[in-house]
């Protein structure tokens, strides 16, 4: 009788998604039909063995990926009022997210496009200008979406002799702090804030090495 299956990885392993290209650490493993699905960074989605590969034997690209909840009251289709305009009514032809994003702060707007009834005249407008035609229980869908905010850094080359047992900042410290510096970068394109990137990524490095060697 074969012995049973266990999965590759485990709890606090930090991993790459192949699928996206981003770092995140193993927060839960489940079992279905006889195949390990793993939960990333307590996301609401389960990826297979196949999808993930550990940091220390990635060679590719990576990307930091951030999960936003957008919540979106008013369909598509669906006929409103807007404030200032009266009695004039509008039907929801679209809608987009902007996201703002600056060092230590970051927002999200959500801008709806309404075509007015009478002679098509089209008009945007923010979510808090828009009223709904009926009283009563509000409806609303919440997406959630991994939005991607940064450009990849190739991590084949980055090599770190030991620190010498110095603990440090924990991993999901280290990976805000990767968060932090890669959208300075990107904003400012100062190469201070690209260094500090790499350093990052080598700290990750160093800890995935001295986990493997215990």
Known sequence: MSAPKRP?????????NTLYGTVGTVTDIQQIDGTF????????SLFTEQALV????????LWIAEEIEIELPFFLGEIVRVRDYGGHLFKVV????????YYGEGWEETIYELKRLT?????EVHLEDII???????TSVTLVQDIVIAT?????VLLLPDDGGNSGPSVDELLDMYNDYKALYEWFG???????MEMVVQRLQMIVNHHNRN
Do not use: C
């Open 190 to 196: 100062d190469d201070q804030y690209k260094r500090m």
């Open 8 to 16: 590759k990885f485990s709890v606090g392993d930090i991993v790459v």
């Open 119 to 123: 002679d098509g005249w089209e008009i």
């Open 152 to 156: 990849p850094m190739n991590t084949s």
């Open 132 to 138: 709904p035609l009926a009283d009563g229980e509000e």
């Open 94 to 101: 679209g809608v987009r997210t902007e996201i703002y994003r």
């Open 37 to 44: 699905l793993y939960e990333i960074n307590h996301g609401h």
């Open 54 to 61: 550990l940091l220390s034997e990635f060679t590719g690209d």
